[in-house]
């Protein structure tokens, strides 16, 4: 069975304060691994795919990265709208596109 | 993610009462799928559907809960005789091709069941 786990649960930050948060996923065959945001009483807002090791890609203060069991969303001097929950999701080969979600990582940068 | 249409926003059932949820997908895309979100959980697969065809249905309550996709007008969630432990977020999201491509949500429809 594919699982997502992401660390930490909840990361708090001060402003300009760079950091780390980590998936570590299981799956047969890794079709791709996805990034989604969060705001409270929204929909997840599509960040990143990523789809082989080694792979990276950036968006103005973010990046994530891929290795063969984890992935990486780094954060590069956050402001307060970086404040979200960040989500990490894995579609497994031949799995009818479905997506495995973690349970995602609570984001909270202090101006 | 605005393309993706979701009605509506809150809705509040009895129980022993139907919910009727709704997506329309975005303009272009044909496979949707439909998501719950419990609180403190993660998202969880429920099905994945295309026009007129369940595709994977793997994750979906094997009774009170069904889906379609018809082939005019959007794609409905049903839940017969909700019951308390059905209050949740639901999210559909919709993608142009089948696998390796994001997935673009809607804003969910949040069910409270009293």
């Known amino acids: 069975e594919d699982q997502v786990t992401q660390s930490p649960e909840a990361l708090r930050l001060q402003e300009g304060e760079s950091s780390s948060l980590n998936c570590s996923y299981t799956?047969?065959?890794?079709?791709?691994l996805f990034w989604y945001r969060q705001d409270p009483g929204k929909g997840p807002e599509f960040l990143f795919t990523?789809?082989?090791a080694g792979e990276e890609k950036e968006k103005e203060r973010l990046k994530a990265t891929l290795t063969k069991k984890e992935s990486f969303l780094h954060i590069t001097a956050p402001k307060p709208e970086d404040s979200a929950t960040y989500l990490c999701?894995?579609?497994?080969?031949?799995?009818?596109?479905?997506?495995?979600f973690g349970k995602g990582i609570t984001l909270s940068v202090r101006p | 993610n605005a393309g993706v249409m979701q009605n509506p926003r809150h809705l509040v059932r009895r129980r022993g009462q139907e919910a009727r949820l709704r997506c329309s997908p975005m303009?272009?895309?044909?496979?949707v799928y439909w998501y719950r979100q419990l609180p403190e959980e993660g998202l969880k697969f429920m099905v994945y559907?295309?026009?007129?065809?369940?595709?994977?249905e793997s994750g979906m309550p094997k009774e009170r809960f069904s889906a379609e996709f018809p082939k005019e007008g959007p794609s409905i969630l049903r839940i017969q005789q909700v019951v308390r432990g059905d209050s949740a977020a639901y999210f559909c999201?919709?993608?142009?091709?089948?696998?390796?491509?994001?997935?673009?949500f809607g804003q969910g429809t949040r069910l409270t069941v009293v």
């Open positions: 799956v047969s065959g890794l079709r791709g």
């Open positions: 303009k272009g895309h044909s496979h």
């Open positions: 999701a894995v579609q497994a080969d031949g799995a009818n596109s479905k997506l495995t």
């Open positions: 559907l295309q026009k007129e065809n369940i595709i994977d």
């Open positions: 999201a919709s993608s142009p091709l089948d696998g390796g491509t994001e997935a673009f």
């Open positions: 990523l789809y082989s």
